[in-house]
């Protein structure tokens, strides 16, 4: 009885043993992180930051001066070419223009009193001419015929050029008489206006901006500015899509327009401005807004695609050769790990285009859905149940 006694305290302590060895090989096996594998697109993009305009807009000025007599126009009116955007008083430039009429007038009726004095010039040198002949005066009186008939002549030339003067004198009053009315000079909406009733306006060399107008804005563009590390790979007619704060759940789509070759330096960086066309049709998108814009540099449609971390991962007793290289390689050799009964496995990949998460595979023995090792969780062992004089072992690395 001792004996069987004694061999069932021999077998415990020896399961217990073992129990404890089992837990303490279980508690510290390495546990990992892991991401699925997944079918959709690959995006390789360029990002920038830019600007809402109009496609055109023109800055509506006076070019004469005045004091504003009324508004056709406030801020976002529609507008036409016949639309009266403002009215300068006109009674200042009327008045010239009336004054400038008189002053024709009278060179024109200067013009016909020197053409009678000349009518009588003539007839009086034809008379001394006759005289002259049959030698009935003197040669002196002659000659003082002719001069006075060239005097004449020499005065209509002048009173004739005063009559154009004068006219070319009213043309211009008449002109800044009409320039008192100010017209759209496009179809369009008035995003500024700078001008109230009564204000004073005054032409210079500078004329100043009463309105702006837009286009019609069913349409815009996007001045984006792009970093010189990513231009090479911007070009017209280059697919994009960009985002507004205003509507941050709606993605927009664009297209290069065009790549400006002007550059543009601040605190030595260097960018370049790059112009998208865009539809607005339903007119959210507004002047000045900030847009998010997102260059479609390539895409691969429906392939597998796995996180990068998943390429960066290798465990700690992988050989150093055995690495796969992550990164932004358009197509290379990698490598991936597994959950295997024994620990993790290697599947060797082909890798494609990466958007700087996700990398395309090209080639590999993946199915969608299936797990990937992206990481270590951390070490799940039981401190109750491991030796705290065991030297740490290693559990993985990634790059």
Do not use: C, H
Request: no cysteine; proline share 5%.
């Amino acid at each position: 009885m001792k004996k069987v006694l004694l061999l069932v305290v021999v077998l415990a302590a020896a399961g217990g043993v073992a129990w404890w060895f089992w837990k303490r090989e279980k508690a510290s096996a390495p546990q990992y992180r892991t991401a699925m594998v997944q079918r959709g697109d690959v995006l390789v993009a360029v990002t920038a930051t830019g600007t809402i305009q109009p496609l055109g807009q023109v800055q509506v000025g006076t070019q004469v001066s005045g004091t504003i007599e009324s508004l056709g126009a406030d801020w976002n009116s529609a507008v036409t070419t016949k639309t009266v955007l403002a009215q300068i008083d006109p009674a200042p430039l009327q008045a010239r223009a009336d004054q400038d009429r008189a002053n024709l007038a009278r060179a024109e009726a200067d013009v016909e009193r020197v053409q009678a004095a000349l009518t009588q010039a003539e007839n009086d040198l034809k008379r001394a001419q006759e005289l002259a002949a049959q030698k009935l005066i003197p040669p002196s009186e002659y000659d003082a015929a002719v001069a006075t008939r060239d005097s004449q002549v020499a005065q209509m030339k002048v009173a004739r050029a005063g009559v154009e003067q004068s006219r070319a004198t009213l043309r211009v009053s008449e002109l800044n008489l009409k320039y008192t009315t100010i017209y759209s000079p496009i179809d369009g909406i008035v995003i500024s206006r700078n001008v109230d009733v009564g204000q004073t306006v005054a032409a210079s060399l500078s004329a100043p901006t009463l309105f702006v107008i837009a286009e019609n804005l069913k349409s815009i563009q996007v001045q984006a500015s792009v970093a010189e590390a990513d231009i090479g790979r911007i070009f017209a007619g280059q697919d994009a899509m960009f985002t507004v704060d205003a509507y941050r759940e709606r993605r927009f789509r664009a297209k290069v327009v065009q790549v400006r070759l002007q550059p543009t330096t601040v605190q030595n960086v260097v960018t370049y401005t790059v112009i998208l066309g865009a539809e607005n049709k339903d007119e959210k998108l507004l002047p000045g807004m900030t847009a998010n814009v997102t260059f479609e540099v390539e895409t691969a449609k429906d392939v597998l695609k796995v996180p990068n971390a998943a390429l960066r991962f290798v465990p700690a007793d992988a050989p150093p050769a055995a690495e796969a290289a992550g990164g932004r390689r358009r197509e290379a050799k990698g490598r991936v790990w597994v959950k295997g009964p024994a620990g993790p496995v290697a599947v060797e990949i082909e890798t494609g285009v990466t958007d700087g998460s996700f990398t395309a595979v090209k080639k590999g023995e993946l199915t969608d859905g299936q797990e990937v090792i992206t990481g270590l969780a951390g070490d799940a062992k039981d401190p109750a149940m491991s030796n705290p004089f065991a030297p740490t072992r290693g559990m993985g690395r990634g790059r």
